[in-house]
């Protein structure tokens, strides 16, 4: 499988980097150290140090630079050598890859590509803790799978109706019925309204009188990354509104909600799916995106549970092919624009 060096991967919720603590994540197969600087910058080098490769984020931050703790090589940011104890030569060579970062939309954002191609413009517009029109809470979930199991999953929801049937528990429409698909950018944009329905977490079932229309938007752009906001509104809105772009969401009954996830490629069948998720603060109240939070961690466990269990069965085959159904259709398009943008000398084949 195919992962797309030139973009930009979530490293890490911004508010988990404590200044003055190396932190050790790991992307595309290769190890990072990220700290953050007194000046409230994020730095991030190769987690190697150029010595005897020692681990960095095992090191000291002082300053704005990092010293390795195992001989005490001190490197700026830029991944240069500037002090080695005891030493007042230092060899040209004795320099760690640096790599483009910002912090943004409560993340930080690490380009693993070709420095001279990294354009912050390419980062996708996530809701971040920064927004305050939304009650959001977080999370992340570590999983032993490969990275664009995930992503298929997430590109396509008919498994709601089966894998998540306890948890957000949409009922039949999402399996029976097709969403709108229509590339975009960098990645594809999957709408839909479900009729006279109870909304996600009902099951399908509602009382006499309380049935509802549900919007559901999301763009997935690549490397993995997903942006979703959904609403429930009055029976007949859907007619109203029909597919011309979205509704005017400030009109929604309940639930105008929001939600921005990210499948970060950690190692061959490694990954780490961040989420964050709550509703507008005219629609919801800190109870309500707490509640939001737990049903999404249950279903993202469902989730886990499955698609580790998949990835089981094609470790065992030697040649694990796919039967396509006709939900599968963003499944392919987006994974046509992954393979087109990760040709050429910068791409990652785990």
Known sequence: MHYVENSWYVASWSEDLVAGQPMAVQILGEPIVLWRSPSNQVRTLVDRCPHRLAPLSLGRCEGEHLRCMYHGFLLNHEGRTIEIPGQDKIPPQAVARSFPVVERHSWIWVWMGDPDQAEPDLIPAAFGFDDDRWLLGRGFVDYDAEANLICDNLLDFSHLTYVHANSFGPGDSFALEQPE???IERGVRISRWVRDTAGPGSGGRAAPGSLIDYWQSYDFLIPGILVMESGSFPQGSADRFGNDGPPDMSLALRAWAVTSQAVTPVAPGKARYFFSTGPHRDHGTEEDRDAMVAVAKMAFHEDKLMIEAQHRNM????????VPSAHD????????LVRKNATGPKHQEL
């Not at 470790?315 to 796919?322: D, G, K, L, R, S």
């Not at 259709?329 to 046509?336: E, I, S, Y």
Request: no cysteine.
């Open 181 to 183: 698909i229509r590339q």
């Open 315 to 322: 470790q065992m085959m030697a040649n694990p092919v796919f």
């Open 329 to 336: 259709r963003a499944v392919t398009m987006f994974n046509g």
